[in-house]
Structure formats: structure tokens, C-alpha cells
């Protein structure tokens, strides 16, 4: 993917400028043209804001054609490889590329409903979702009306754009997209920051197919080098975050019971916002923790 | 069962008092006999310090036979049905009679191994352990050194026989036994005990085959009913208690995010004491908890 | 004082029974004297219905003449010794009886304010508050209309005649007068209960005059063999529990710092209702700890 | 007080540079002068180095004048105005200069009894401590040998020289001098950051005469805009910092018992080491409180 700094898409031609953010949109340049004549934009938001109002002021048909444009979810495309190249990591990013047969006649069936009741493709903005919240979004949108569901599936194509703009384009500014998961272990026992605690972090699947996302450990603060999930957002859905306290006290000489009374510290906890903040805390001695959604 | 009460013991003839306990000792009954000059017993415990003793003073041909007496642990015996009423119960409690292929082949392998090694079979307190500590203690055995293992083998037969004992005999005393394990809820949004509040007690297993082996609902105290495991050892093991405090939030009017960022909140911890008190509760609100090895 | 058993109170005369209970409502025998009819009382809960209700059914003559027996609270009958022994005893309990010069003189203001207002004195049951929350429900009362403040002198007659019944009369049944204050100390850094921690209760007061009213030490459960309070009802207002846990851990022989980070831990917290159980647990390590309302 | 830059002292003569800082060393130039000669110092870390050097290895005729230059404590020196600047300021900042008549006379009777045994003024870095501390420190090394004592009170002069050289001189390094206390505060009954909380921080006394040292209210983020010690050591000594929870929950509309069952939460800690970081955050609900040493 090439990126391109704000200055240079100020400076090109209008059809050099239609050309970069030509997909932003699914397969509708015409959006990034009606874009081009107000420029120079300041800012990534007033980039965005320009794209986004030239959507809203489009006309019906133009409207309906940008929805139209829009790939299934989990759908034949996808297995035939005929998506755009933006299609295919978001769907890949949420495991769609990786369904079961189950799962896989389970998204066409809810596909199937979706059109035959709406008349058009289900749209999100996957990267803001796990598996799970999408078979709940599908469910609670299908008892939407229509009007409704036609708005939705524009906020849900202008929020794709947006992230697609947002690692396209570098700029002065960041659109406030993205959202932040990060944890922290004290050592009540100690009164120090626990050191070299291994952590993972597991996304959890009402099927009960959990999925390690990752892992890492404590450094000298007590932090991780880098949080779990940041620079983007965090899909919405239920986490475990699991924290090996065993052996951190075990190797500090800690006495214990075999087997410790605490040894991997579960904490789950769900996500609705992808775009906040959820600082996820472990206060731990050997007999007793605590948590709670920090900041 | 037949029950008897102690009074009764004392008052029976040695034959009979032999025959009522002929089966506390795994086909012995010359334990009971033994003890059954030391009458009367004043206590229950004095009854189970005459048995424990008869077998400690007994010549090394007969403890030996003693120990050879036993079944294997998840043996052809078992799957035959030619295991004496106490030890089919016994072997139930922990599962052993409900094992995979895998597992039964892999206790097939540490019986053989065991024997090979000691010459006498493995015996083990059954009703002190999960499926998964008897493995870890089978593989920590299989280390020791011949004297050390038959001791620890006597031991464990004691343990056993104490524990048949405090089922057959009612008495004004008990014997040391049982452990208890319990829990409360306290709800730190409104300052109350949370009340109905459902919650799982779940035994986990390495092999990921978790059992749910206890379900209840906090009352007006935030207490359960019954504590989730009490009048017997706890079974040295890891376990999981769920308790559902989304739901019990959400019906009380409290706002919550979407999926709520608590819902069903576990804590695993592990027993290493059977005979312990092991009271773990659970301190929350919709944003934060805490858990503690109480008493 | 007299103690009576409720049945030697059903089977005296009339006379009798009136004279037991004659200072039950100060200074109007004819209180007990209306509820002598209805005897036999099953329970204490009944006697004390029968007199409250005797008091809300008098005469509008009779119910100001009631009001009027009162003595000024901290008054000048309290300084020449000429009160009632229940109200003596009533009104040291909260500290009546050791006013400063400035105090005595803030209650005899506000005693004339409030009889310059509503031609009555300032009625309250003492034994439910401290000198503070006495000083702040004056302040209240006194933007009161007039009907509703002759309604809670009432009342507050009526739980004066409760705490007097339920410390006169000796019953199968008690009245719901009594609170309870208690506490535990767990210890995190060795999972155990906190055995000999020296524990403090302070009656805080706005004016600074701190008052010590508890001393303990917890024992082998981490608990107080006694409660700070029970048998009573709490007093509204502000406390400090002080909890001397640096010379708990050192004996221990836990590494601290010098001087340790946490010493004596104090618990402020306010009690409204003098009927309540407050339980305010200290869950601690050397470097961290937790209190809640419990119960 | 005149600031140098690093750069500025490199370049300056031997006797503006001895000149410049003089009075680092309390009434001993010849500190500065010894260590002009290594000049250019890369770091202020080098230049604090050599000049302690010089401290070292000075003939014991000067390490001895030296120790002798300083004044006493809370001495007849600062009560007749002929200290140092630099004295003078340091023995205020830690109140020295505002003693009762009492207090006064503790201080002059340990300064005796201290140069009656050791034959030397007693030093101390003052800005590393509380009134309470020194007093403390007094009476422990009161019990040293008298070589020790004097080492002591060399390794006290080089840091009073330390934090002198930190305040005159400015460099791109910094020295370890400072520590840091800072808070923040979480509710856990609305899982957001506690906006608007009054904190005051006060340093307790074992007279009894506690100081408000600082007082601050938090931001939206939950913490402070600037901590309530930084940029200097953190005395050691007492503390408790005062959460005006009670009127924060009011102002937000959580329903609260009257008076609320937490209003003013206090916090009591030690602080052992002035160049540590203690942060000290609150976990609060209104029944229900948590706090650590956090980093």
C-alpha cells in the first residue's frame, strides 16, 4: 500500500489526487474526485470530513450504488479472491478468512436474510469488531427498518473510510480512531511493580473457540513495552486477559502452596467502545487481586 | 451402609465389632479385630488412633499384605466391577470410572511402571484429589526411593480408613477431615450484600476437560445457601468459581456499557490443603473487583 | 435498675405493672397504666405497641404534656442533678454530662432558640447519636414547621420508651433496636488472618475533640472476641478505626521499610442508620490495603 | 540566587568558578577551588563527583574545619539571623524556623548533648527530612560510635552539597536527588477517572501538630496537574492525604446514605526513602476503598 503525506496529495493534480484515494471508497472514486476541488486541506480530519460530506451529499442513486459496491461478509468473493485488497485484510483481520463450514453457513444464511430483507449487502466497519459482535450486530440489525439500516450502512461505510484514510495518508493530525488496551501488574506483596510477568491476552468466542491475540511480559515498571492493542481500535467484544503470577512469585522466593493458591490470574472483561481507553490493571499478592477499569 | 453409633461399637461383642469394621481396612479385617480389645473408645478419633496404630504395630508380612490388598487406581479391577463397595465409591468421586481411552492407558502405564519399580500397587487417598493431582502425585511418587513409598503408601491407607471410618460412625466427636470451601458477594455499588447472584464452581483440568461440579445463587446475605463444598476434604486441585454479576447489575437498574464491561467474572485458584478452609469471595461493582484468600 | 421478666409483668396487677413501667415515658406513668388492659403480651414487640400506641391515641392534651416532661438536653436540670436516672443515664452516654464551657453554651442556645420557636423542648433519643450528629439534627429540626416537628419529638419519645423497654424487661422476642459495628483484618502477604493486631475506635467530632470509645486486638480468626459495637444501637456519626499493622508485620518478621510505609491505617466512615450492621473489613499487605461496608 | 549554566562554568576562570560556587560546601571554597582544576565537566553528575572527591580526600584537618562550619539546628545562630543563605532556607523549609518555645528547647538540648559526646555540630540534609524525622535521626545517631558519627556527617555535607549544586547549576543531566509523590483517583462506581476531587496533603506529627502541606483538586484524567511533591526529595516522614470523596459522589447524583458512608477518605503512609517515587492512587466507591504503593 502506498502512503501518501497530506502536502503531496495537496500539490497533485485533481486526477493524481483521485487516483491515491480512489479505493478509500469501495470501488467509488467518485468520491475522492468531488474531494479534490477543496484542497488544500489543513488537517487529515478536514480530508476526512470533505470525503465523508461528499457521501452524505450525493445523490440517492449514487448512494445506493456506493452500498451496492459492498462485498458480502464472509461471502463467496472472499473464497474466490475477487475482493478489493482492503477488503480482504479487514475481513482477514476479524478471522473471517478462517470460519468453520459451521461459521461459514452461518454468515451466508444471515447474509441471505440481510438482502432479502433490506435489499442491499450487510456493511461494518469490521476492524472495530470481533466475530462474535458481528453475529450480534447481524442479529440486532435485522429487526431494524429500513430507513434506519440504509443510514447505518452509510455511518458504517464512512467509518471504513476513515481507517482506510487514516493508514493511507500521514498528517499533522490523527483522526480519533483509535482506541487503546493496555495493563499494568503491582505487587502488593513486594510494594514494587512486578518484573517479568508473562501475560496473553485471549479473545473469547461465545463458541468457545478462543483465540490468543497476544503476549507479552512485564517490564521494570510493571508495564509492557508496548500495550496489547493501541494505534487502532479495539474490536468490540470479551477478552481474558491471563497474568502468570505463580511463577513470578515462585522465582522471587515468595513461599507458597503447592500448587500456589494463584498461579494464572484470569481476568475477562468485554469491550463496547473501540475507541476508548480500557487500562486493565492487576494488583496481585499471592492470596488476593484486584482489577478495574483504569485510564 | 450400615451407620453404627459408637456407643453401639463399644457394646458389641469383638466378633461383631469386628464384622461392623471389617472393610475400614481394605480386606483386613484383623485391623478392627486388633483394635477391638482397646474398648471402650471414648471418642472417635480414640477408635481411629487404636486402628491407625494396629496397622503402625503390625509384623512387615502383614502391613505388606495390607498394601498389596489394594486395587489399582483405574485398573482392570475397576472396569471389571470385582472392587470392594468402598473403593468403586471411591474411584467414582474423582472420575475414575469415567475416564477416555487416553486417560485410562495413561493410568494403565504409571500402574505398571509404579508396580515395577515398588512391587506393590499405587495407593492414594482418592477422596483428597482430583483426577489431575493424583497424575502429579503419581509422577512425583514414581521418584521417591522404596522405603519412603512404602511408608507413604501406610499413610495413605490410614487416611483412606479415616475417612471410611468418619462415614460409618456416628460419634460426639469428628475427626479432622473435611475442608470446606466457601464464598460471598459483596456489591460495592450499593453498599450491600448481592443478592441472587448465580454462580458456577468449575474443577479445570489440564487435559482442558473442565467439569462443572457446583452451581448455586448468592441470598439476602450475599452467601450462598450451602457452602459450594463442605463435611469432606476439598480435592487438591485448580478450579474456576463464575459468578454472573452482569446480569445481577443490569437488574438492579445499574448503567451499564454494552456488552457490560464485567459480566461473568472468574476466579481460578488452587487448593493445596483438602482439610483447609478456603473462603474466596468476590468485593465488585460494574468497573472493578477484588478477591482474597479469606477464612 | 429493676429487671422484669414478661410474664411477671402479664401477672402483676394493674398497679403493679404500672409502677414497674411508670419511668418508661418520662414523667407519665399513665402511658403503662393504658397498656395494662391489654395484657397478656406474647411478646415484647407487643407490650411496646400497646404503650406507643397508648401514646399516639391520648388526648392532643395529654401528648403536650408528654412533650413537656422533657428536660433540656444538656441543660440546666442536667448541671443541678435533678433529671430523671434515665435521662441522666441517657444523656452522659453521649457525652452530655462533660461539656466544654463553649459547648454548654452552643446547646443552651440552641435549646432556647428552639423552645423560642416551637414552645417545646428539643426532644431526641440520645442513645442513637453523638454529641456531633445531636448538633446537626438541631440545626435541622429548627428549619422545621411546627406540625411536623411536634410529630418528631413524638417519635423520638417513642424510641426513647423502646431503648428503656428493651433494658427494663426481659423477653423471648427483642426489639429491632440494636446495631452492630464490627470488624476483621485479613493478611494478603500471607494469606492468612492478621492474628494480634491492636485495633482503635475513635468517635471523630468537627470540633477536634477526638474521642477514644474501643480498644482491641484481633484474634486467632482475625476477628475482635467482642465487637466494638453490639447490643446498642450505633451511634450516628463519624468514626476512625485505627488499625496498628506496622508492628503486626514486623513481628512477623516481614521485610519493611523504616519506617514502614503503612503503620497504623485509619478507616474513616459515617453511620446513618444506629440500627445497621457495619462491618468494615481491613484486607491489607505492607503496601497496599482494601476496606468495604460489608455485613 | 545566581544560576549558572554548566557551559558557563566550564569557561570561567579558576576564580570565578571557586567564586561561583563557594558556598556549595557551607563556608569552604576551597571545595570549588579543588575541583576548578578538572574542569571541563561533561555532566553535572561529573562536577557534584569531583567536588565530593575533593570532600574525601582533604586532609583530616579540613574535613574536620569543615564539619565544624556548620551551624546548629534550630540553633541561636538562625534565631539571631547569621546563617548562610543557604542554611537559612533549608532550616525554614523544614520549619525549623517556626518551632514552639518546646520544640525549641528539645532542639537545644539534643545539639548539646550531641556536641558534648561527638565534638561536632550535628548535620543533617535537612531537605530529605520532616521536624519529625530529624528528631528521630537525632536520637539514633546520638547512640553511633564517633567515628561513624563523623562519616555520617560528611556523607550528610555532600548532600546538602548535592542539592545546592542542583539548584545553582543548570546541565543537560540531572542528579538523583528528587523523588516524587503523586495520586491519582479512580471510581469504580462509574468506571471513569474521578474528576474534581479536593485532595489535601498533610504531614503528621507525633505532637500532634499536623501541616497542610499541599492541597490540589483532580483533573479529568483523575490526577493532579502537578503532583503534590516534585523536583526535590520527598521528606521523609508521615503523612495523609485527605479524598473529599463524599461531596465528589454528592455532586454526581449517587444516592448516599446521610452523612455519606465515606466523606473525607484519609490515606496514612511513611515516607523511608526521599528519592523514591510513591504514588499513592484511591480506588473508590462510595462503601468501598483500595489504595497501594504504586509507581
Redesign the interface.
Known amino acids: 500500500m502506498t502512503q501518501y503525506s497530506l502536502a503531496d496529495l495537496n500539490a497533485m493534480s485533481a486526477a493524481d489526487f483521485t487516483a491515491a484515494l480512489a479505493d478509500i471508497y469501495e470501488h467509488s472514486p467518485w468520491v475522492a474526485e468531488a474531494a479534490s476541488t477543496q484542497r488544500p486541506f489543513a488537517t487529515l480530519a478536514a480530508l476526512h470530513a470533505a470525503m465523508a460530506a461528499a457521501v452524505q451529499d450525493a445523490s440517492a442513486e449514487a448512494r445506493t450504488a456506493l452500498v451496492q459496491a459492498h462485498p458480502d461478509l464472509a461471502g463467496k468473493a472472499a473464497r474466490a479472491g475477487t475482493l478489493t485488497a482492503d477488503s480482504t485484510h479487514e475481513q482477514a483481520s476479524v478471522g473471517l478468512d478462517r470460519l468453520s463450514e459451521a461459521e461459514f453457513a452461518r454468515f451466508h444464511q444471515l447474509n441471505d436474510a440481510y438482502k432479502a430483507k433490506f435489499g442491499i449487502p450487510f456493511i461494518v466497519c469490521v476492524r472495530r469488531h470481533t466475530k462474535d459482535s458481528i453475529l450480534k450486530a447481524f442479529e440486532r440489525r435485522l429487526a431494524h427498518g429500513n430507513a434506519d439500516e440504509f443510514d447505518t450502512a452509510i455511518e458504517e461505510i464512512v467509518r471504513i473510510g476513515a481507517l482506510r484514510l487514516d493508514q493511507r495518508v500521514t498528517a499533522p493530525d490523527q483522526l480519533p480512531l483509535n482506541g487503546r488496551l493496555s495493563t499494568h501488574v503491582?505487587d502488593?506483596?513486594?510494594?514494587?511493580?512486578a518484573v517479568n510477568v508473562p501475560i496473553e491476552l485471549w479473545e473469547l468466542s461465545a463458541a468457545g473457540t478462543n483465540r490468543l491475540i497476544w503476549r507479552g511480559v512485564t517490564n521494570k515498571?510493571?508495564r509492557t513495552d508496548s500495550p496489547p492493542i493501541a494505534g487502532r481500535p479495539v474490536p468490540?467484544g470479551?477478552y481474558?486477559l491471563h497474568f502468570s503470577v505463580g511463577g513470578y512469585f515462585s522465582a522471587r522466593g515468595v513461599p507458597l502452596?503447592?500448587?500456589?493458591?494463584?498461579?494464572?490470574?484470569?481476568i475477562?472483561?468485554?469491550v463496547?467502545?473501540p475507541e476508548g481507553h480500557y487500562h486493565v490493571p492487576l494488583?496481585v499478592?499471592?492470596?488476593?487481586?484486584?482489577?478495574?477499569?483504569?485510564?
Open positions: 503491582l502488593t506483596h513486594s510494594g514494587q511493580p515498571d510493571g468490540m470479551t481474558e502452596s503447592d500448587p500456589p493458591f494463584l498461579d494464572v490470574v484470569p475477562r472483561f468485554s463496547a467502545k494488583v499478592s499471592p492470596w488476593s487481586y484486584s482489577t478495574y477499569r483504569g485510564s
